[in-house]
Each structure stands twice: as C-alpha cells, then as structure tokens.
C-alpha cells in the first residue's frame, strides 16, 4: 500500500478492503458537497499479533471547535496506545476524540492520529465512521458511491514500508572491513548504507565499487526474495556549512553541478529497469536543512556559511530537486534526513524544521507525496531510549528539562524525539503514513560505562548524568566519540511510527580527521574531530570528545571499530 494515495475528495464513496486501507474515490456525480466528512484509515504496517493505523479525517461542513471520531470492529482488534488523540474502547466500539492542541477543525480542514492495536483473527477495515454523530464517507441521504477494489501498491507500486518482509544489502567492502577486525565477523554481515559522497563514487572512485556495481551485487544477494538496498545522498552545493569534516567538492553556487552532474546521473541508474525488483531506499542530504534553522541569522550558533545557504536557498533547492528526480522512479523510497533529538528538539526548532523540510518537499517539482519518510540520527549517537529517567521526572524541585544535560530540551532519547516529531511533519502537511527510520549504527552506549539504574536524587544534575546512557561530554558532540559503542540491530517494525532501525552510517568510519590531513574529496579540518578543542557554541565550549589519530571522513578507522563493538549494546555474542 503506498503512501502516494490519491488526495480525498469532497464528493466520495468508501472503499474498503483486505489491503488495509479505507481511501475515497470521485464517484463522478453531483452532490459532492452532501458529503459531510471523509475519513483516511490506513493500516501502515501488520504482523501475527498486531497493526498499526493512521487515521486522517476532513470535515466537509461548519468549523469545530473539538471532534469525536467513532467506529466499531468486526472483530477483535483493540487499540493498545494511540497519539494525536484520546483514544478509548468499549467492545468493538472506539473513540477518538481531540487532544487540546488539535480540537479545531475548519471547514476543509484535516487532521491526522494515529495507534497501536492487537488482533488474533481478521483485521478488516471498519465499515462506518461518525464525526460528531455523521457518518463520513457517505452523502446525507446515506447513500454511498460506486466502490472499485482498491490498488494495493497505489499509483508508484511502492510498499508501505520497504524494510518489511526483506532483506538488507550487506556492501561487501564494508564487511570485508569489518571482518579483517578481531571479531569482526560478528557484525560483518549487517546491512549498511552505501555513501554516494561526491560524484566520482557514482561511477566508483579509488578503486571502490560504483553505483552500478552495488546494485548488480544487491541482485545476486537478493535471490528470489525482497531486498532493501540503502543509499545515502550527499553531495549538496556547499555541504555541511556548520562542519568542515563533511564539507564537500561543490561550492556554494554550484546547484546547477548538483542537478546535472550528480542527481541527473543517479536518478539515470536507479530507473534502469534491470534493478526494478530492488526496493532503493535513499537518505537525503543528511546534516543539510537543520542548519538553517539552527546555525544562521543571530543565533549564538550561527556560522556565516549557513547564512550563504539560507540566502541562495540551494539547500531547499537540491532537496527538492533529488526528492523530485527520484521520486519519480517507482522503486526508489526517499527519507528525508531529520537531524536528531539534540539538534532540533528544542521548542524553537522543532517546529520551525518542520514547516522548512515541508518547503523543500515543495521545491523544484517535488511533492510531498516523493517522501516516503524520514531518518534521524543519521551518523550520530543520540541514544535510542533513555530508560533511567524521563522527560516528566522533577528531581529535588527541579524538572529534568532544567538539567545541563537536558537543557529544556523536549526529548530525552531518539525513540520519543522521531516519534513525536513524526506527528509534527503530519500536522504540517506530509502524507499521515510517513514512517521513520533511526540510525543506530553508533548509539549503543554498552560497556563497562553504562548506568545500571538511575542517579542518585541529590540534585538534577546528578540524576540525569548518573542513569544517562549516552556518555558525551554534551549533546552537541558528533566526531569520533570517545566511548561508544554499536546500538541495536537493524530491524524493521521496532516500534510505532518506525519502519526500521537501521545502520545507514557503516560503524568504523571515521566523522572526520583529528588533525588536517590533505585529500582530494574536498573535506577540510573540524576542531571538533580534534581531542584537545574545548569547544564552540554549538557544544557550549565543552571539550569536543573525540577520539585521537583519526582519519578523513569516510575513511576506516581501526580503533573506533574495536571500541564500537566493545561497548556494543545489546552486547555481541
């Protein structure tokens, strides 16, 4: 079932049917406006046990001021826990009734939830819903429109989520890295993403495999079953204008280089038809759109480099231009890169992110309809889940929120940031069924280091850093972090609103260089990647954390691996 539906109408007939999914056609009659509510139900993602839904709901008639959304199961499906809105449960009868924040709903207006549930036998779609006391999906007369069988795959083919039901790519000149390790073998057959960092990895630069050749290998590794092949994105006109690590080959002008030499190329290959039986995830400029909310205008953060980016609008531009170019191969499942918890969860950048990644899902041609989902954590370390204190904790009088290591951040962990922050990209116009993707690739936090149970409650401070898993000496650090350790496994359908846990960053690559080394791949010298830096305003003059004796960015660094998998969580066997 794709994401890619056909947008609900005013005058609609519900279709219901064993894909999962309740969606509204043109019944191409008169009347349209009779039709009081239409109503989105789409079961994004199923196993033996249990589903998850999303609902969107469009009230055709007078503005409300709050709503109540009912239907009945046909069997014994039960909503488990639910978001966006207050969900209760009587029988087969459900309630969905508005949370504070999103009782208003204008004449045309949509809103968007979404829950868990369990199920033993058939999990069909409900038949009836009601808003406010009307049924939905139905003129006034009760009389529905024609009902054609729905299109499983919708008008791309794609599935809902990609990761379900296949296998992952494994780049054989990672595994083969990562087995030459001392124990490597552990891990050496874990899918990875293939960085496409500059446009001579395209073709194959170094003497590394091309983009052609990682996908005739993701055939043969394919078989006869599913596969997902993973992609990274990356080459934007001035790449990364916050860190020098990353920084790329193209300046800051140079769109026109992005579109034609890079995008155009990919975009080329991806749509052979030889590989149209490989399911392509693509990650999308990592590290890119945050930065203009974040490190630009009179922020404490700002970087000059980013105003330049946020003026020439080239960073919007590429976005949307690959998500469009892309997009348009039926195959090709686009996540928008998304930051992380300790990047954007803050009140004045959560929302504003938003509203930006939806204006480069407007751009160039895109639709939001060429974005699949989103990834956070991308090469990062936020940990997954903090288990040993909460957001809601108040310590000694003090909320969490009040600690230096929180510091009035909303999210303590990635799980609960890309969750939330999953319902804020519904509430801001992409398509109720976007799921998200974590990189857990270097956020285990395992070892000797990890915290058994909380801190002591002597002060907040003292609570947060005694029972925090993530060991940074502050969230704003990112190269080469001393201490770290291989997070979970990748996996599909790990928790509500995530399609996968992946590995998009191949553990033993190194952020960036510890000194500056000369390259020819157009990456500079970060302080940040240097042990002894004590810091700048984006890691309130912390010392940077890094490890020593790294290499450039993107090369393999032998240490960082060994200690990645000695602090591995959950640890290796």
Not at 142 to 157: A, C, E, M, Q
Not at 215 to 232: I, M, N, P, T, W
Not at 285 to 307: F, H, K, M, Y
Request: negative net charge; charged residues 20%.
């Amino acid at each position: 079932m794709s994401r890619t539906r056909t947008a609900l109408l005013a005058a609609t007939a519900l279709v219901a049917g064993a894909t999962g999914t309740a969606v509204a056609v043109d019944p191409g009659g008169a009347g349209a406006a009779a039709v009081p509510c239409t109503v989105d139900y789409t079961i994004q993602n199923q196993w033996s046990t249990g589903f998850t839904a999303a609902v969107t709901v469009t009230n055709n008639s007078a503005a409300k001021s709050s709503w109540s959304l009912k239907w009945s199961y046909a069997g014994d499906q039960k909503v488990t826990s639910g978001w966006n809105a207050r969900i209760s449960q009587s029988g087969a009868a459900v309630t969905a009734a508005n949370e504070s924040y999103n009782g208003r709903l204008a004449t045309g207006g949509s809103v968007s939830f979404g829950f868990q549930g369990s199920h033993s036998g058939s999990n069909a779609v409900p038949a009836t819903f009601t808003l406010d006391g009307v049924t939905c999906n139905v003129d006034d007369g009760g009389s529905g429109g024609p009902t054609d069988p729905p299109d499983p795959g919708g008008p791309s083919g794609r599935v809902n989520n990609p990761y379900e039901g296949a296998k992952a790519y494994v780049n054989p000149e990672w595994s083969a890295k990562a087995a030459a390790e001392p124990g490597g073998n552990r891990v050496a057959d874990q899918p990875t993403g293939v960085w496409l960092d500059r446009i001579a990895a395209i073709n194959g630069a170094g003497g590394k495999m091309g983009l052609r050749a990682h996908l005739d290998e993701a055939l043969r590794q394919k078989g006869s079953g599913e596969l997902v092949v993973q992609l990274v994105i990356y080459n934007l006109p001035g790449r990364d204008c916050s860190a020098l690590a990353s920084n790329g080959e193209l300046k800051a002008d140079e769109i026109g280089r992005y579109k034609t030499e890079y995008i155009d190329p990919i975009k080329a290959i991806l749509a052979d038809p030889k590989y149209a039986s490989l399911r392509i995830v693509t990650t999308v400029e990592i590290d890119s759109l945050p930065n203009l909310v974040t490190n630009t205008g009179s922020r404490p953060t700002a970087v000059p480099q980013c105003d330049v980016m946020k003026a020439n609008g080239n960073y919007v531009k590429g976005v949307g231009y690959a998500l469009n170019k892309l997009g348009d191969v039926p195959n090709v499942y686009n996540y928008v890169d998304a930051g992380h918890h300790g990047w954007i969860g803050w009140d004045d950048n959560f929302g504003p992110s938003a509203a930006l990644f939806k204006e480069a899902a407007s751009a160039e041609g895109a639709t939001v309809n060429d974005v699949h989902g989103f990834i956070t954590n991308t090469a990062n370390y936020s940990a997954l889940k903090e288990e040993n204190f909460s957001i809601g904790d108040t310590v000694a009088g003090k909320s969490v929120r009040e600690s230096k290591w929180v510091d009035w951040n909303r999210y303590t962990d990635e799980l609960s940031f890309a969750q939330a922050f999953r319902n804020q990209l519904v509430s801001v116009g992409f398509p109720s069924g976007i799921g998200m993707l974590i990189d857990t690739s270097r956020n285990g936090w395992g070892g000797s280091a990890r915290p058994a149970g909380p801190g002591p409650q002597s002060s907040v401070d003292a609570y947060v850093d005694g029972g925090r898993y993530d060991r940074r000496i502050h969230l704003g650090n990112w190269c080469n972090q001393a201490g770290a350790g291989l997070g979970e496994r990748p996996r599909a359908n790990p928790a509500a609103g995530i399609d996968a846990y992946v590995w998009m960053k191949p553990p033993g690559e190194s952020d960036g260089s510890s000194k500056a080394i000369d390259n020819d791949e157009g990456k500079g010298f970060d302080r940040m990647c240097d042990p002894t830096y004590t810091g700048n305003p984006r890691n309130n003059n912390n010392m940077s954390g890094a490890l020593p004796d790294a290499p450039v960015s993107g090369h393999w660094f032998s240490a960082q691996f060994r200690q990645l998998m000695q602090n591995a969580y959950p640890p290796l066997s």
